[in-house]
């Protein structure tokens, strides 16, 4: 069964578009756990567009479940993630001019980076998840890397229309689930997952953590927190 990791980066884009104290994202986490989250998930981006340094700090001291902290390989950011310690830290892409995250993280193209990011954060004590692409060689490298997870992109899957080209893409996510899981890392995957297209990707073998944001936030828009929160857990379980 999976474990929901719910993402409230953009509750704090809302509050971010007008400069102001609400909609709080620490209220928000503690809803999500109240609703049955395992996770709450959290980027803190170098343009800090969204999450503030005082989200991440707030968050920290208030939820009793996993923190999961999404970052890219950058030392200042590492850095307060080694004094704030989140249970888990996922390194991404960042792209100032994307609107999200766009694709996995590049691991075999800058090995070195990546490789002392994740050294320092694991002899903080953290543990660590990379976001990629469903490709094999990627999955490679961080088996090598000795990370303790490995978060597929779901991407691609999200944008294909459902039929026999969306199936084909959830085929590529369970051959690289498979790998994921027989190299005896953790298997988690999101990125552009709905209520209408996660239910396969919860099904995939070994799925340990989903991690979904705009989706949920968009449907607690109109049901409420809670309530679009306990409706993702249906689906997921």
Do not use: W
């Not at 803190?44 to 999961?68: A, C, F, G, P, S």
């Not at 552009?192 to 239910?199: A, C, D, F, I, S």
Request: proline content about 3%; overall charge negative; charged content about 25%.
């Amino acid at each position: 069964m999976a474990e929901l990791g719910v993402n409230i980066d953009h509750v704090a884009t809302l509050r971010q578009a007008r400069k102001t104290f609400e909609p709080d994202p620490v209220r928000a986490a503690i809803l999500a756990e109240l609703a049955g989250a395992e996770c709450i998930t959290m980027h803190l981006r170098e343009d800090r567009r969204h999450i503030q340094d005082r989200d991440l700090r707030i968050i920290r001291e208030t939820i009793h479940v996993k923190l999961n902290l999404e970052m890219a390989c950058d030392r200042r950011i590492m850095e307060i993630a080694c004094e704030v310690k989140p249970d888990q830290v996922t390194l991404v892409p960042e792209r100032r001019e994307e609107v999200t995250t766009e694709g996995g993280l590049d691991v075999a193209a800058q090995r070195d980076r990546v490789a002392m990011i994740v050294g320092r954060l694991q002899e903080a004590g953290i543990a660590v998840s990379l976001f990629l692409d469903p490709d094999p060689d990627q999955i490679d490298v961080a088996t090598e890397l000795n990370v303790e997870a490995v978060e597929l992109h779901t991407g691609q899957y999200a944008l294909t229309p459902r039929g026999g080209a969306q199936v084909k893409e959830l085929e590529i996510l369970q051959e690289a689930g498979k790998q994921v899981r027989e190299a005896a890392m953790n298997l988690h995957a999101g990125h552009g997952l709905t209520y209408q297209n996660v239910r396969p990707v919860a099904l995939i073998e070994g799925m340990h953590e989903l991690n979904i944001g705009h989706s949920i936030i968009a449907r607690a828009v109109l049901v409420g927190f809670e309530a679009a929160v306990r409706e993702m857990k249906f689906l997921i379980v």
